[in-house]
């Protein structure tokens, strides 16, 4: 059976940079893709970002050029970086490994998400 764990959220006034990281168990990461996602109360859940087994990087546009996404398939551990961070983007953010080694948005398993508030 699959798990997911996420961890390293918490509060962060507005410009401020959190890193967020998923481990992996039950599977070996090497072959399939991995995304963040992030939902608040009332919205649907939205793709952050994804990177594909080969390493092919897919951004949202609300954060591209703010959040950085890597992976540690030794360590069986998917990151995001997310800086310049906005109120906005407090959310619950979970991370899913895909069925697939690219990108495709058919999640196999989630984690249980780690919430993070930006605030002044």
């Known amino acids: 059976q699959v798990q997911l764990v996420e961890s390293g959220g918490g509060s962060v006034q507005p410009g401020g940079s959190l890193r967020l990281s998923c481990t992996v168990s039950?599977?070996?990461?090497?072959?399939?893709?991995i995304g963040w996602f992030r939902q608040t109360p009332g919205k649907e859940r939205e793709e952050v970002s994804c990177?594909?087994?080969?390493?092919?990087?897919y951004y949202a546009n609300s954060v591209k050029g703010r959040f950085t996404i890597s992976r540690d398939n030794a360590r069986n551990a998917v990151y995001l970086q997310m800086s310049s961070l906005k109120p906005e983007d407090t959310a619950v953010y979970y991370c899913?490994?895909?069925?697939?080694?690219?990108?495709?948005?058919?999640?196999?398993?989630w984690g249980q998400g780690t919430q993070v508030t930006v605030s002044s």
């Open positions: 899913a490994i895909d069925r697939h080694p690219h990108c495709s948005g058919s999640v196999r398993s």
């Open positions: 039950g599977s070996p990461l090497d072959y399939y893709a």
């Open positions: 990177i594909s087994a080969d390493e092919i990087t």
